[in-house]
């Protein structure tokens, strides 16, 4: 085997079956300062991105509770999306397939020094959608939203979690004079429906719908049986079943960003160490058959993870984040670039 294989296996993962291994490595510093060539560094601040539908920019939050941010690719100008109207900050924003923003935020005052009434904020966020000119006021939609929403790429459906994170609706939205409203909204899961034997002890959320039919969604499952295991399933809309696509009793398994072509999701993954691990980044199969692969090493650093990862439209690249031990869930330094044709060029 040559120097350069032995280099990419050891640096960058390799496709294993069933569970994958994280490299036992305990690095002082961090992973910002060694990144491999694959994947720069794109702001020093900033959280929870997505893409644009035409891969030319991308949101972001600030910092949870935060405002919303558009990062152009071209100018690499960042512009305030949500500085021109009164509200209590955002958790999370996401592109509708017609340019519009869709957010998620307390629609009250709260204490942000307090960690209760922060995590009250967050079990309580409502939707709402920004017109894409970020000069009006977001129209509300009525309705709660309990950690991330799910949005079509391709038509004006959304999914979410709410309730005390025990049940998943959809919806469309449709714009009457202008205005965005709900129609059509359903519960399509409940944590009661979940198999006895990888049952959740109460939470869980949506992530994606699959495409290119929109006819799945990528579910996380937390706390299954009553222990600190989380699971990746696949939910479908047609039928109501449940796959579940990771199956790992030791390990610690949400899924994140979808891959386009329909086959694939992000995972953020890490085996169980306790309730909410470090986690790194795996590219994961939607077929059953648990394959992963493994995209990040920032679980490598003493207390660094990397997290958050979203997939542009044409499957070119991945945006994450950074993060360390200890914070609130989803809290980010930075936004990062992942160049999936330069990461097999270094093969």
């Given at each position: 085997?040559?120097?350069?294989?032995?280099?990419?296996?050891?640096?960058?993962?390799?496709?294993?079956?069933?569970?994958?291994?994280?490299?036992?490595?305990?690095?002082?510093?961090?992973?910002?300062?060694?990144?491999?060539?694959?994947?720069?560094?794109?702001?020093?601040?900033?959280?929870?991105?997505?893409?644009?539908?035409?891969?030319?920019?991308?949101?972001?939050?600030?910092?949870?509770?935060?405002?919303?941010?558009?990062?152009?690719?071209a100018?690499?100008?960042?512009?305030?999306?949500?500085?021109?109207?009164?509200h209590?900050?955002?958790?999370?924003?996401?592109?509708?397939?017609?340019?519009?923003?869709?957010?998620?935020?307390?629609k009250?005052?709260?204490?942000?020094?307090?960690?209760?009434?922060?995590?009250?904020?967050?079990?309580?966020?409502?939707?709402?959608?920004?017109?894409?000119?970020?000069k009006?006021?977001?129209?509300?939609?009525?309705?709660?939203?309990?950690?991330?929403?799910?949005?079509?790429?391709?038509?004006?459906?959304?999914a979410?979690?709410?309730?005390?994170?025990?049940?998943?609706?959809?919806?469309?939205?449709a714009?009457?004079?202008?205005?965005?409203?709900?129609?059509?909204?359903?519960?399509?899961?409940?944590?009661?429906?979940?198999?006895?034997?990888?049952?959740?002890?109460k939470?869980?959320?949506?992530?994606?719908?699959?495409?290119p039919?929109?006819?799945?969604?990528?579910?996380?499952g937390?706390e299954?049986?009553?222990?600190?295991?989380?699971?990746?399933?696949?939910l479908?809309?047609?039928?109501?079943?449940?796959?579940?696509?990771?199956?790992?009793?030791?390990?610690?398994?949400?899924?994140?960003?979808?891959?386009?072509?329909?086959?694939?999701?992000?995972?953020?993954?890490?085996?169980?160490?306790?309730?909410?691990?470090?986690?790194?980044?795996?590219?994961?199969?939607?077929?059953?058959?648990?394959?992963?692969?493994?995209?990040?090493?920032?679980?490598?650093?003493r207390?660094?993870?990397?997290?958050?990862?979203?997939?542009?439209?044409?499957?070119?690249?991945?945006?994450?984040?950074?993060?360390?031990?200890?914070?609130?869930?989803?809290q980010?330094?930075?936004?990062?670039?992942?160049?999936?044709?330069?990461?097999?060029?270094?093969?």
């Amino acid at each position: 085997m040559t120097k350069s294989i032995l280099t990419f296996v050891f640096f960058y993962g390799a496709f294993f079956i069933g569970l994958s291994t994280a490299i036992a490595t305990d690095k002082e510093g961090n992973p910002a300062d060694e990144l491999p060539p694959h994947i720069s560094q794109l702001t020093w601040f900033g959280e929870r991105a997505d893409w644009r539908h035409d891969g030319k920019r991308f949101v972001f939050l600030n910092r949870t509770y935060g405002d919303v941010y558009e990062y152009d690719f071209a100018t690499k100008r960042i512009t305030p999306c949500t500085d021109h109207f009164k509200h209590h900050g955002f958790v999370r924003v996401l592109y509708l397939s017609n340019g519009d923003l869709l957010l998620s935020g307390p629609k009250e005052t709260f204490d942000r020094s307090g960690k209760e009434s922060r995590q009250r904020a967050r079990d309580s966020s409502y939707l709402y959608v920004l017109d894409r000119s970020f000069k009006k006021p977001p129209t509300p939609l009525g309705v709660q939203c309990n950690e991330g929403p799910a949005v079509s790429r391709t038509r004006l459906r959304i999914a979410w979690t709410h309730g005390e994170q025990d049940h998943i609706s959809i919806a469309d939205i449709a714009y009457e004079e202008g205005l965005p409203k709900l129609i059509g909204a359903k519960v399509v899961l409940t944590s009661s429906q979940f198999p006895a034997d990888r049952r959740p002890r109460k939470w869980i959320e949506t992530q994606n719908f699959v495409p290119p039919n929109d006819d799945k969604l990528t579910v996380t499952g937390y706390e299954l049986n009553n222990t600190e295991n989380t699971d990746t399933f696949l939910l479908d809309l047609k039928t109501g079943s449940l796959t579940n696509l990771t199956n790992s009793p030791d390990r610690y398994e949400e899924c994140e960003g979808i891959f386009p072509d329909g086959n694939y999701t992000l995972v953020e993954s890490a085996e169980k160490q306790h309730r909410w691990p470090l986690v790194d980044l795996y590219r994961l199969s939607l077929d059953g058959s648990g394959r992963k692969e493994r995209l990040t090493f920032f679980t490598g650093y003493r207390n660094w993870k990397a997290a958050e990862g979203v997939i542009s439209d044409d499957g070119k690249f991945m945006l994450f984040q950074d993060g360390k031990g200890g914070m609130e869930a989803g809290q980010g330094f930075s936004i990062f670039l992942y160049d999936f044709a330069r990461a097999v060029g270094n093969e």
